[in-house]
């Protein structure tokens, strides 16, 4: 790394102890960002880069709620208000166990590159609870979103700070906090937050967009290499609301997905997964992915164990983060792997990016390649701010648009900076210069 950035980077880590994936997304990042403070020390002067790894705001907030069998319990709400120089800061809400500040900060902090990446006018932010909606009933999670809404309300708003879904947050839960907030405020705000159902305010394409953006982007780096999804073999982690729509549109494509995980095990599906089975099993029934492969024959189930042992020609992890390290990397490369689409935030290892960029796999960084969640969030916006509601055709069209110019703005500036195909090289610089020239124009905040 550069000796200016180490300095910077020392401060930024003794200044978040504790934030071990925070620090990871920022090493990351400032692993790339060399070459641009040559380019441009007036980034430096106006320290910028520190004025980026400190967020705007935090709030951290008490979340009192009660069980059905009237217990109370309490839960930690957070909300990360990254950088509001391109826009209102956007971003998820994740509600799971694993929550802490750390967390939110690296989904924060990577929201900035990826929104800037889209070309939307949307800042960066994230938010959540170490709430674990697993086993609970519709009622209890209504009263927890609804407790957090009681909080969260004053924080937000269509100008100021858009929330939407992450892991555990996704239209039921959108549903109750928007609920809550127009019950609160007397007012329907339809853009304060995203994902709404399409009868109220939401957009089509919405849910499927980060799945669809994912195996778009991933399309077209294949293409770079004069191939496609066409008869690939592919693995995808998770089987959430990424997931499913990856494996979708891949088969959509021609590719098979032969394997899917949850984080209690995996399914491997030789034939392809069937994917009316699959949203059945996890989108209707909230079942367990084992289910799956108790209902569809010649499918088995591994408890445990790693998806990534099953093999693959594309792999696109779209679980959580670091859940594909440096050898999971390296028994996929020897078996054979061509390409990488992230659809999860960092879900490699930092080991993981080395082995993958060294055997000469294409690898699309999340921040680039699940950007078409929070693009079509901004269409939603969109849509809101006009009341407008747009076909399903149009607005695919739009999100496969905006994720081929994401793809084509990284290889551009790849290149640019004399590492053609490095597209963590091209997401970081690309999404790091259009902040860096917005917060110079904007003065010192
Ligand atoms: P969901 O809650 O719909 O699904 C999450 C999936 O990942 C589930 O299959 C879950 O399994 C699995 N998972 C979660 N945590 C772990 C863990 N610690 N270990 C193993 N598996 C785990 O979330 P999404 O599909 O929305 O999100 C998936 C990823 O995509 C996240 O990294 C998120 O940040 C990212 N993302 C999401 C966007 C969106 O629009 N929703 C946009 C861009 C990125 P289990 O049920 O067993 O917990
Ligand atoms: O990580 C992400 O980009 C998201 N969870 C989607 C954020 C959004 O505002 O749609």
């Known amino acids: 790394m550069d000796a200016r950035l180490e300095a910077i980077r020392d401060t930024v880590l003794a200044r978040n102890p504790g934030e071990a ?24 002067e106006a320290a910028i880069l520190e004025r980026l790894c400190e967020p705007e705001r935090q709030i951290i907030f008490r979340v009192p709620w009660t069980d059905d069998a009237g217990r109370v319990r309490i839960n930690r709400g957070f909300r990360v208000e990254f950088n509001s120089a391109l826009g209102p800061y956007k971003g998820g809400l994740r509600f799971h166990p694993s929550v802490y500040l750390g967390i939110v900060k690296f989904l924060g902090f990577e929201q900035i590159f990826k929104n800037a990446l889209t070309g939307m006018p949307i800042g960066g932010g994230k938010g959540g609870s170490d709430f674990d909606p697993r086993g609970r009933s519709d009622a209890e999670v209504m009263r927890f979103c609804q407790s957090f809404m009681t909080e969260l309300y004053r924080h937000i708003g269509e100008y100021t700070d858009v929330p939407a879904g992450d892991i555990g947050v996704g239209g039921r839960e959108i549903g109750y906090l928007f609920g809550q907030y127009k019950r609160i405020t007397n007012r329907y705000e339809s853009g304060v937050l995203t994902g709404k159902g399409v009868s109220w305010g939401g957009s089509l394409v ?160 999340g921040k680039a390649a699940n950007a078409g969640g929070v693009a079509t969030s901004a269409l939603e916006m969109q849509q809101n701010a006009s009341r407008d509601s747009w076909s399903f055709e149009h607005t695919e069209e739009r999100l496969t648009d905006i994720m081929v110019g994401i793809h084509e703005r990284c290889a551009a500036t790849a290149e640019e900076y004399g590492e053609p195909g490095n597209y963590v090289l091209g997401a970081n610089i690309g999404g790091f210069v259009k902040v860096a020239d917005a917060m110079l124009a904007q003065g010192l905040i």
């Open 21 to 44: 994936e925070f620090h990871q997304a920022v090493v990351e990042v400032f692993e790339s960002l060399g070459p641009v403070h040559d380019r441009h020390p007036e980034f430096l």
């Open 206 to 365: 919405r849910p499927e967009a980060t799945g669809f953006g994912t195996v778009i982007f991933t399309q077209e780096m294949l293409k770079t290499r004069g191939t496609s999804l066409e008869g690939q073999r592919v693995v995808v982690s998770g089987s959430g609301n990424v997931a499913i729509n990856a494996i979708a549109k891949a088969q959509s494509l021609g590719a098979t997905v032969v394997a899917c995980s949850d984080s209690s095990g995996y399914v491997v599906d030789e034939t392809g997964i069937d994917v009316a089975l699959l949203r059945e099993v996890k989108e209707v029934q909230r079942a367990r992915l084992k289910e799956y492969a108790e209902r569809r024959a010649g499918v088995s189930y591994v408890d445990g164990g790693s998806v990534w042992d099953v093999g693959a020609t594309v792999a696109l992890p779209c679980a959580t983060q670091n859940e594909l390290d440096g050898g999971a990397a390296a028994r996929l490369v020897r078996g054979g792997l061509v390409a990488v689409g992230e659809g999860a935030n960092m879900p490699s290892t930092r080991g993981a990016i080395a082995v993958f960029q060294e055997a000469g796999v294409l690898f699309g960084p």
